[in-house]
């Protein structure tokens, strides 16, 4: 049987792929350019009997995804600028509660209102220290259709794993672009359920390490009584200040991320073999990278593409390889250097770091990108 | 009638943080009786609450129990009710929480008449930061950021609540302990937004400031403000100078949110066939 396709915009395949990883409740508020993904949910989730509901901000919108996470349903919402900056509080509370919940931000150009309908990528060192105190993040970053709904089915599959809010940023052209999509057939993409708890019940502890750094986590609803709570805890949840606990579980949280980076990373790479320069480029700005690439080849450059599609945990070791075989590293974002500041982080001085910065709410050309290949080598 | 507390609570959670004094502990032993009277089932009843003093009670409360951030209790819960309807969801904060900054979400949960109980424990101050205005600290009272005497209006939190669209609000006091557990078995009961609001005392960091030389004061308070509302329609503007009804103020029939929305699922599931 032929495979049913769509021409779809990224926002919407953003809401088919949720729906596709069993996602049944959306709490949103309208702000543009992620609008599409609420309209969408608020479609299809009451005909599979789930539930979507505007709230009246985003900090609701996320309040009530995570009471709807609780209650073990897996639950998502989506917003822009002004609206992401808005869920950080919560977004802190999802990472210390460790509630699974995927939040789509479609970058949009800012501070403040910005540029609403102007692409941007400049959220996304927000998307890893955005929220206040330390926390572990996963931020993974689509720079096509199909991708959009592949990374978010992921992205429910990460955050039902490892218990934490997961963050879908793709900027506003990726959102708005139509391309065709396959639907993948039920099965075709791997879903994960999260782990539900099988002690009794007067055993049940939300944060019990002898599981691992991931404990399961129980249902509202269920035979399992337990309280959650945003303060420092304790493994059987309730609040403590006891130094030597605090710090424990300050370190599981981000040693829980740190220990599956191989299963969290993920990029892809164009032509990087026998590279000279490399553009690193996510979202629709490694588009413009790998036509770039194709481009310098034909002319005899020694060109190549490294594509980060998780952005968080930061694919650090594969990129100090890649330094050490190159001249130079191009870093392009709609922005005014902010992965930039990795990528000089991991490379250290092994090579040269350039950054191609854009905030006029245009995207970064292939030219522009083989003009600063060709500065640098 | 003998009520079981124990079997309500987490004893070992206990003692509670609360001060000698506080009006916190009478009023999360109203909402105990009436819990118990109710026969809640435990697993399937939420218990939420945003940051404050108040906000400490679900701690101690042996049901799905969440300690959100602050004000943000409702936002939450309505999210619990809407991915599993057939939860009893329970609120319970303090008025900053509940009418500052989660006054939006109280006014929107209030609108979409969803079913849940939200007890509001009123003390008239930021208990727990050390005795801030509230927005119900009565203008030209002393709080540790009205050195001065308030400057700020108040708000009536049970007429916020009506003009919003609760569909039950009733008000009582700490003083009225035995109210406290009859109105909020009421509010369970009703099926919708039922807010009861409970005024209650805070000797530590409101009292002290003000003309309360000591609990009992405080409570004398309480005893001398309340009117039962039959008793009101006898009095004259005059006499209710100062004075906040108590009892049932409002209750009406109204579509409950979650109800409206298996009717959308009904439409969308029709049409999609
Ligand atoms: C976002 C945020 N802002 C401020 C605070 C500090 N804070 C904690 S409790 C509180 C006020 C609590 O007052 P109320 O809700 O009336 O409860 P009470 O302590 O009086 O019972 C404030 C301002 C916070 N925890 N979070
Ligand atoms: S500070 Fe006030 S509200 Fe908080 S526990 Fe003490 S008396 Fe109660
Ligand atoms: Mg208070």
Redesign the interface.
């Known amino acids: 049987m032929a495979k049913k396709v769509a021409l779809l915009q990224g926002n919407e395949a953003c809401a088919h792929g949720a729906v596709y990883a069993g996602c049944?409740?959306f709490?949103g508020y309208p702000i543009t350019p992620s609008t599409e993904v609420a309209e969408v949910m608020s479609?299809e989730l009451?005909?599979i009997?789930g539930?979507f509901?505007q709230?009246?901000?985003e900090?609701?919108a996320m309040?009530?995804?995570?009471?709807?996470?609780?209650?073990?349903?897996k639950?998502m919402t989506a917003t822009s600028g002004p609206g992401m900056s808005l869920k950080q509080?919560?977004l802190g509370?999802a990472c210390i509660a460790e509630i699974p919940c995927v939040i789509i931000n479609v970058m949009r150009g800012g501070p403040s209102t910005g540029m609403p309908t102007g692409p941007s990528q400049s959220d996304v060192l927000q998307a890893r220290w955005g929220t206040h105190g330390d926390h572990p993040a996963i931020a993974l970053a689509p720079s096509s259709c199909q991708e959009i709904f592949s990374e978010t089915v992921r992205a429910f599959n990460l955050a039902e794993k490892y218990r934490m809010p997961v963050q879908v940023v793709f900027d506003e052209i990726v959102g708005h672009m139509r391309e065709r999509i396959e639907f993948p057939e039920p099965g075709e993409l791997e879903i994960i359920d999260r782990t539900e708890p099988t002690v009794a019940p007067e055993d049940y502890k939300p944060y019990d390490t002898q599981f691992g750094d991931v404990a399961p986590l129980a249902a509202?609803?269920?035979?399992?009584?337990?309280?959650?709570?945003?303060?420092n805890k304790a493994e059987d949840g309730?609040?403590t200040t006891k130094a030597e606990l605090v710090d424990a579980e300050q370190r599981r949280q981000i040693r829980k991320i740190e220990d599956a980076r191989a299963d969290i990373e993920s990029n892809e790479e164009y032509q990087t073999e026998d590279a000279e320069v490399i553009v690193l480029a996510y979202g629709s700005t490694a588009r413009s990278g790998r036509y770039a690439v194709d481009r310098l080849r034909e002319e005899g450059v020694k060109a190549g593409l490294f594509r980060p599609i998780t952005l968080w945990p930061f694919p650090e070791k594969r990129v100090q390889e890649l330094a050490k075989q190159t001249k130079g590293i191009i870093v392009p974002e709609m922005n005014l250097g902010q992965m930039v500041l990795e990528v000089e982080r991991v490379v250290a001085r092994d090579c040269a770091v350039e950054l191609i910065g854009r905030v006029d709410g245009e995207p970064i050309t292939p030219t522009q990108i083989m003009d600063k290949v060709k500065e640098v080598l | 009638m003998a009520y079981d507390y124990e079997k309500n609570i987490r004893p070992g959670?206990l003692p509670h943080i609360w001060c000698p004094g506080c009006g916190h502990g009478i009023a999360m032993k109203g909402l105990i009786r009436a819990m118990d009277t109710c026969g809640l089932d435990?697993?399937?009843t939420?218990m939420?609450s945003g940051?404050g003093c108040a906000s400490r009670l679900?701690?101690y409360m042996?049901?799905?129990?969440?300690?959100?951030?602050h004000g943000?209790a409702a936002?939450?819960?309505?999210?619990?009710?809407?991915?599993?309807p057939?939860?009893n969801v329970i609120c319970v904060g303090g008025d900053g929480d509940g009418v500052a900054i989660g006054g939006?979400?109280f006014i929107?949960a209030c609108r979409r008449n969803i079913d849940m109980t939200y007890v509001v424990f009123n003390n008239y101050i930021y208990g727990m930061t050390g005795g801030q205005f509230s927005p119900t600290t009565p203008t030209g009272d002393k709080a540790s950021t009205t050195p001065y005497g308030n400057p700020d209006p108040t708000f009536d939190i049970s007429k916020l609540a009506i003009g919003a669209g609760a569909t039950f609000v009733a008000r009582t006091t700490a003083f009225h302990a035995t109210q406290i557990d009859k109105l909020i078995v009421q509010g369970i009961k009703h099926k919708g937004m039922a807010v009861i609001e409970v005024l209650d005392d805070c000797p530590t960091t409101y009292g002290r400031r003000n003309r309360f030389r000591s609990v009992v004061d405080m409570m004398k308070r309480l005893k001398d403000i309340a009117v039962p509302v039959a008793a009101a329609g006898k009095m004259s503007p005059e006499q209710l100078e100062g004075k906040v009804l108590t009892g049932v103020l409002h209750q009406e029939d109204r579509p409950e949110y979650c109800e409206q929305?298996t009717e959308?699922?009904k439409?969308?599931?029709a049409q999609?066939e």
Do not use: W
């Open positions: 049944t409740f709490g479609v009451p005909k009997g539930a509901i709230m009246e901000d900090i609701a309040a009530s995804i995570l009471g709807g996470a609780l209650t073990g349903a639950a509080e919560l509370y509202f609803g269920s035979e399992y009584r337990y309280h959650v709570t945003g303060l309730f609040p | 959670k435990k697993n399937n939420a939420v940051i679900p701690g042996d049901y799905c129990t969440l300690h959100t951030a943000r936002a939450f819960a309505t999210g619990i009710k809407m991915a599993k057939e939860m939006n979400h929107h929305y959308v699922i439409r969308a599931q999609s």
